[in-house]
């Protein structure tokens, strides 16, 4: 799936995440919660800049993340997709980066954190993804 096309079907499935923020602190729990239900390694993020004026990365070599200060669910969920396939799917080729499993595995993400309330720590805010 090309790359833009790829955000375009994140966006329209995942609207509504693109605008729930939460703090750096809850946004690292959120990763490590996910990590051990879902068992693969998350070691470390940090957090950079304002939203719009830097980039989110995942390191996957490394289990480690960038994001953005007070991120969206949707760039904590797709960031960590990334650490899940790498390792789990073990998908490491640059091309299959953005598939259609790295939206799968946002999706079980989402299902997951919904199931568990973690909402209650999300606020509205302005788009961030
Ligand atoms: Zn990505």
Redesign the pocket.
């Known amino acids: 799936m090309p790359h833009l096309k790829f955000y375009d079907k994140e966006h329209e499935q995942f609207d509504k995440y693109r605008k729930l923020l939460v703090s750096n602190h809850d946004a690292e729990l959120i990763c490590r919660k996910l990590a051990r239900h879902f068992k693969f390694q998350f070691l470390k993020v940090r957090f950079f800049g304002k939203r719009g004026k830097t980039w ?1 990365m ?1 390191y996957s070599a490394f289990h480690c993340l960038r994001l953005v200060n007070e991120p969206s669910i949707l760039i904590i969920v ?2 960590l997709a ?1 650490l899940y396939n790498w390792e789990i799917l073990r998908i490491r080729s640059r091309r299959r ?2 598939c259609k499993r ?1 939206i799968t595995t946002e999706r079980k993400f989402i299902r997951y954190l919904e199931k568990n309330n973690y909402w209650d720590m999300a606020y509205e805010g302005e788009i961030n993804a």
Do not use: F, I, V
């Open positions: 989110n995942a797709h960031e990334h980066r953005h790295l």
